[in-house]
C-alpha cells in the first residue's frame, strides 16, 4: 500500500521551530520530486517547498529563507524544517509526491503558531 505519513506539527510561538518528517510506504520516495504543501482555514493549499529526485529544492519567494526541505533516502522520509515561525505560517501541513502518474498526498499535520 503506497502511504505518505506526516508528522511533527504541533503548537509553537512565534519565532519558533518544528521539523516535519514524511514517512513513505509502498513507494520509494528518492525516484521522484517530493513537495510540501500547506492549506490554512478558508484559504487554498499553496507549495511550500518542493525537492526534485535528483536534489534541488524549489521554494516560493514567499517560503525562502525560514524553510528548508530535505529527504533522507536510507530511511526513505522527507523533512521540512521550519524556523522563525509566525502565526500566518498556521496551517495544516502536507507532503506530496507521484506515484504511477498520480499525485498521491499524505493525510497532513497541523501546525499552529501562537503570537
Known amino acids: 500500500q503506497v502511504q505518505l505519513v506526516e508528522a511533527g506539527g504541533g503548537l509553537v510561538q512565534a519565532g519558533g521551530s518544528l521539523r516535519l518528517s514524511c514517512a513513505a510506504s509502498?513507494?520509494?520516495?528518492?525516484?521522484?520530486?517530493m513537495g510540501w504543501y500547506r492549506q490554512a482555514p478558508g484559504k487554498q493549499r499553496e507549495l511550500v517547498a518542493s525537492?526534485?529526485?535528483?536534489?534541488?529544492?524549489i521554494y516560493p519567494n514567499s517560503m525562502k529563507g525560514r524553510f528548508t526541505i530535505s529527504r533522507d533516502n536510507a530511511k526513505n522520509t522527507g523533512y521540512l524544517q521550519m524556523d522563525s515561525l509566525k502565526p500566518e505560517d498556521t496551517a495544516v501541513y502536507y507532503c506530496?509526491?507521484?506515484?504511477?502518474?498520480?499525485?498521491?498526498w499524505g493525510k497532513g499535520t497541523l501546525v499552529t503558531v501562537s503570537s
Open positions: 506530496s509526491t507521484d506515484y504511477n502518474g498520480m499525485r498521491i
Open positions: 525537492l526534485t529526485s535528483g536534489g534541488s529544492t
Open positions: 509502498g513507494i520509494i520516495l528518492s525516484i521522484n520530486s
